[in-house]
């Protein structure tokens, strides 16, 4: 079983369009999060959710809307999307407050043409 | 704001060779937890190794230790006998315990082991 399954892994798009990116953990998880990891390979967060709320909201496009409906979801929805948003996107989940690490999904490539 | 910088960004080693990736952070939380991430071509991110702030013991992980110095803000990685599936971009990465406990990556070190 996956611990964090992201879908889909790769996704090609014309700019302008609309996607999301779903994402599940079934690790029991509280906190759940979405990085942005750019050709150069770093890794910047974008949202973070502690049960269900918005907690960190980095200085991301409002293009950008994440949607958690439930404690095993994260989901990221992209309006309109740009050329510069190409990149790998990362769905990861932590249990708060804990010497834990956070689980990572396996990435998705998004391409904007 | 937390930060956490790689100085390296590029290291290469022969096969069984020692490595060591640097890792300085910036924090004014006095309890916190630390890790190193690896990232084989395959773009999944594996643990490597972790370390709480309070311990002051170095954690290890078989061929792979950790060298914490708390009052430099430093966490570095060292790979002993270093093996070619060990080639990856490695990341440091911090979370503090109180508030939003950001999960904060530095800019990755790329690490090729040449046989």
């Known amino acids: 079983d996956t611990a964090v399954s992201q879908t889909p892994k790769y996704l090609v798009t014309q700019m302008g369009n609309d996607k999301s990116i779903k994402c599940e953990q079934n690790l029991g998880h509280d906190t759940m999060y979405w990085y942005k990891q750019d050709s150069k390979k770093f890794l910047k967060i974008m949202f973070s959710?502690?049960?269900?709320?918005?907690?960190i909201n980095e200085t991301v496009p409002n293009r950008f809307s994440p949607k958690s409906p439930d404690k095993a979801h994260l989901n990221l929805h992209i309006n309109s999307l740009e050329l510069g948003d190409s990149a790998v996107y990362f769905c990861?989940?932590?249990?708060?407050?804990?010497?834990?690490?956070?689980?990572f999904g396996q990435g998705t490539r998004l391409t904007v043409v | 704001a937390q930060t956490v910088t790689q100085s390296q960004p590029e290291m290469s080693v022969q096969e069984a060779e020692t490595v060591t990736l640097s890792c300085t952070y910036d924090t004014s939380e006095n309890n916190y937890y630390l890790f190193w991430y690896k990232q084989p071509p395959s773009r999944q991110m594996i643990l490597v190794i972790r370390?709480?702030?309070?311990?002051?013991q170095n954690a290890t992980e078989n061929r792979f230790s950790v060298n914490f110095q708390k009052a430099a803000k430093s966490f570095s990685l060292k790979i002993s006998d270093s093996q070619l599936g060990d080639t990856a971009m490695y990341f440091c990465?911090?979370?503090?315990?109180?508030?939003?406990?950001?999960?904060?990556f530095g800019q990755g070190t790329r690490l090729t082991i040449n046989p």
């Open positions: 990465a911090f979370t503090g315990i109180q508030g939003a406990q950001k999960l904060v």
């Open positions: 959710y502690n049960n269900k709320e918005l907690i």
């Open positions: 370390q709480e702030a309070y311990k002051q």
């Open positions: 990861a989940s932590r249990l708060s407050g804990r010497n834990t690490e956070a689980f």
